[in-house]
Each structure stands twice: as C-alpha cells, then as structure tokens.
C-alpha cells in the first residue's frame, strides 16, 4: 500500500523520479515540541485562524534524528507539513527512506519560476498623473485606492510579507517603509538588499506595494510594516526553490503576518533534469506550494498570489494560484481590457481562477538603479491587490483570508459573471470603507491642497472657541513632527503657518485639531517648492 502511495504521488510530475531532492513525510507524533511564536502571531492565529490548525508543533526531533544517523543529509524541515526535504541519491536510496517505519510518502520537491516582466505591444489607454501620485495613479485609481486613502487608511497595523528576489531597499521610494525582519532563504543571510539586474523584481514588486515617493509613485499599502524575504535564485529554476517558499511562510507565521505577496509561481520550465508538474496538479492541493498556502489560510493568514504569465490559453493557472484558499491575480490593461499573457483557469478540478485581476501593464515602479519605469506581468497587478487588502485589513482586522477573498469576489466588477479570464473582475471596495465616510463629521477640509507654501487653512465642520486648545502635525507614519499655533479667523476658519524651523519632506501629512471636546483630524499634501 505504501509503495502504491508513493507510486501515484510521482505519477504527478512529468517524467522520472530523479530528482535530487525529496519531501520525506512523517507520522504524526504526539511528544512534538511547540513551536514559538510572536506575541502577534498567536493574536493572528486566535482572531483569524481556524480551530486545530495544523503547524503548531515542530517535526519530531526524534525522526530527524534517525535520519541523520541513516547517513542522509536534511535540507529544510517543515513544520507546516510534517516533514522534510532530503537529499537522495539513485532508486536504492528512495527505496531505503520510503521503508522507514515513521515515513508515510515521499515526494520530489518542485520548483518555482518568478513571473518575469512581459513586453507588450497593446495601445495603451491614456494615464492620468497627479501631483501627488504621479503616472502612478491609474493603477491606484483603478482600485478606489486614492479615496481610500483620502478616508485615512494606509495600511497602518497590517504586517505583509513579500516573497521575491533580492531588494534595493537603498532606493529612496522605500525611506519611510517600515522593515520589520528580513531573511535570505536562498544565501542563508540576514540581508535581502540585491541591486544585481537579476535580482530587481523584488525591488520592482515592493515598491508597487508599499512604495511611497511624492509625485512618482505612491503603493496602496505605504503605511504597513513588511516582512522581505529573498526565495528566488534567477539564474537557474531548481527543485530546492519550492521550500524557500515553503521556509518563507512558516518564518512570516511565526512573526505574526497578516498579508503574504507572492509574484512566484511553481509548475513548469524548470532547469533540466528538473521535471515538470503535469496538469492534474493543478487542483488546489496537491502540489507542496498550495499545501503550504492552505495551512497559510487556515492559521488566518492571506495568501496574494500572480496567475502566471502564459495566458491565453486555459488551464495555466500556475501554483499556488490554484489554491481555493489563496487570492488569485490576473492583469489588465489600463483601459481594463485583459492582457493577452495573464494566465486563465479553469484549475484542473474546475474552479473559476483568476479571482480578481487588477492593472499589470505599464504599472509605475522603482528600478534597482534608483529611477522609475513601467513594467508588465501578474507580477506587478498582485501588489497592488495585496496593498488593497491590506487597506481592508486595517479597517476590518477580523477578516480571515477566505472572508477576504469572498469579499474581492462580490465586490468584482464581473461578479455577476465570473469566468477564467477576468475572475470576479476589478475589486470595487469602497462600501467596506464607509464607516469611515459616516464619520466624517470629525473632519476638517485644509487648503491650498497640496500646498507648497507655509500658510494654511483649515475648514472645520462646526464653530469652535476662539483659541483651539492643541494643534498637532503627523506624518504618514503617525510621527509627530510639530505643534501648530493657529487663529480663528471665523467660528469655521482656522489660519496659521507651517513650521519653519522644520523641513518638511514630501509627503502627506495629518493635523490633528482638538477645543474643548471636540477633535478634528485633517489632510494635506506637502510638496517642497
């Protein structure tokens, strides 16, 4: 029975088991230690994920002891799935290692391909720019993600992952981001930084995300915290990248995540003698990417994932896209027509993929050599995606991940007739920021905006006392930067000057106005003259 297991496991992947690398599965052992997690982790785990998950425990000390003792060397060991990558040289040694009492299967470990930039030809449809966003606003605008942020969401509180090559984390889009941890999982280094061509996919990807730089881009989600981690190696696609990913995810749990971006895919155009998966894996949980990604799911986390980039044709959803449990993105054109390479479901049970798809050509990003450029893939519709939730998150932060997902779902644009090529469409998710809107009672209209100047006004909803009690200014990062002396000029008229002993950079920035019992919150954009 157990060599039949074995047998319809490999039956998977095209072509022969000589892969070097092997998940080896355990049984389950009841003595295994507890794992430890952040403060926030476990904050996440009770808010978000579902009863009995598994990953709690770490993989019986026991078993990989006895392997080691069998003289094999272990790779990574995975908590998430109870077992561990090993190497195995020749038939003789799979053979020894699947007769091990506490074995249960044992499968060639997969590899990832990153979705690499496409070139396309297609008459783009024209794009605004903004003082404030620059040629970055139509791919926010498309999203509602500059309301959003007018309503006061930035993403503040919402720790996301990214999972990429390396990170140029020296260009200045990225000076006022919030780096919580970092991990190279392909070198083993604390330090993600890569300014290598390869490596710029990661830089281009965050900078989509979280990026923030006046006037040239500015990412949904400027205001979360980030978790970087390196699991891509560009110049080969090998079997060991499968449980980067696999490391990366269970690294992000224990630090308490809440958002993982992934523009990495796992399934095709691996580095001989590297075998393919077939289509049959395309199911949603069987290959180990989609398995780690469920677990995600359940331990509250959302999983963001690109399509792929092998469209149009049906069925090149790539993994862990696949997954029911993961949020799907597809590209489109400005215009919001859907680009010729953004891959189409169905999955190979025959579930609708995409779920949502978001703009991926000509997207505004940040180049490993400090400028700015467009480029096009999945890759780059998939941040903008999990900034977006990450904007909900923060206003609903007990949404689990299948929650979110039913939401981007309902809220599509083509959600009365979802299909493989656009899924349930552009998300539209302005009705779950109106609490906001209802209170907006408490806040006042500042002007000129954006202001390059030192004097400003501020419109308030009701008539205060002559002299205001405290007069506060934030950045975006909630930093208090000065106290304001400010002058009625009217019972709804407030006028005054910006700090001149400060530099004030470009950015927005927040006044907080409080008389008495009443409290106002205004915003306004600074650009430097």
């Not at 986390?301 to 997954?323: E, F, K, Q, W």
């Not at 490993?368 to 999945?378: K, Q, V």
């Not at 977006?388 to 939401?407: E, R």
């Not at 007739?417 to 899924?423: A, E």
Request: glycine fraction near 8%; include cysteine; aromatic fraction near 8%.
């Amino acid at each position: 029975m157990l060599l039949l297991r074995i047998i319809l496991l490999f039956s998977l992947l095209a072509g022969s088991v000589s892969a070097r690398l092997y998940w080896v599965f355990f049984e389950d052992d009841a003595s295994r230690p507890k794992v430890q997690l952040t403060e926030k982790a476990y904050e996440r785990l009770v808010k978000r994920g579902a009863p009995n998950v598994q990953g709690d425990r770490t993989v019986s000390p026991d078993h990989l002891a006895k392997i080691r003792v069998a003289g094999y060397r272990i790779s990574t060991v995975s908590r998430f799935l109870n077992a561990a990558s090993i190497e195995i040289e020749g038939q003789d040694q799979l053979n020894e290692i699947s007769s091990l009492s506490f074995v249960t299967s044992v499968l060639p470990v997969a590899s990832r391909i990153v979705n690499k930039p496409i070139e396309t030809l297609h008459k783009e449809a024209a794009k605004v720019s903004t003082p404030y966003y620059g040629d970055s606003y139509t791919q926010n605008q498309m999203l509602d993600v500059p309301t959003i942020h007018d309503y006061g969401f930035d993403g503040s509180g919402v720790l996301v992952a990214v999972f990429d090559t390396g990170f140029d984390t020296d260009h200045p889009v990225f000076d006022q981001m919030d780096i919580v941890d970092q991990y190279d999982f392909v070198d083993h280094e604390l330090n993600v930084d890569g300014v290598d061509p390869l490596n710029e996919h990661g830089t281009h990807v965050l900078s989509i995300l979280g990026g923030y730089y006046t006037g040239e881009l500015i990412g949904p989600a400027f205001g979360a915290s980030f978790l970087l981690a390196r699991t891509e190696y560009r110049p080969t696609e090998t079997h060991i990248e499968e449980q980067n990913w696999l490391a990366a995810v269970e690294w992000a749990d224990s630090l308490g995540v809440d958002i993982i971006s992934s523009s990495l895919a796992y399934f095709d155009d691996f580095t001989p003698p590297d075998k393919d998966y077939s289509v049959r894996a395309l199911d949603g949980e069987t290959t180990i990417v989609s398995k780690a990604a469920n677990i995600a799911a359940e331990r509250g986390i959302l999983v963001v994932n690109a399509m792929g980039n092998d469209g149009p044709s049906a069925m090149t959803v790539r993994p862990p896209a696949d997954s029911p449990h993961v949020l799907s993105v597809g590209a489109t054109y400005a215009s919001g027509d859907i680009t010729n390479f953004s891959s189409r479901g169905p999955t190979y049970d025959g579930r609708i993929k995409p779920d949502v798809v978001a703009m991926g050509s000509s997207v505004v990003l940040a180049t490993g050599t400090g400028s700015f450029m467009g480029g096009a893939g999945t890759s780059y519709a998939t941040p903008l995606i999990a900034g977006l939730a990450a904007l909900l998150l923060q206003s609903h932060s007990d949404l689990a991940p299948d929650s979110v997902i039913s939401i981007f779902r309902q809220s599509g644009d083509n959600s009365d007739s979802p299909n493989n090529t656009y899924g349930w469409g552009v998300p539209k998710l302005l009705s779950y920021f109106n609490n906001v809107e209802t209170l907006s009672s408490n806040q006042c209209l500042i002007y000129p905006n954006p202001t390059a100047g030192k004097n400003i006004s501020i419109l308030l909803p009701d008539p205060v006392a002559e002299l205001t009690e405290e007069v506060h200014l934030f950045d975006i990062l909630g930093r208090h930067v000065a106290d304001l002396s400010l002058e009625a000029s009217s019972a709804f008229v407030l006028e005054g000057s910006l700090p001149k002993n400060k530099t004030l950079a470009d950015q927005l920035y927040l006044i907080s106005v409080n008389s008495g019992t009443q409290h106002y919150i205004g915003k306004f954009i600074y650009i430097k003259p």
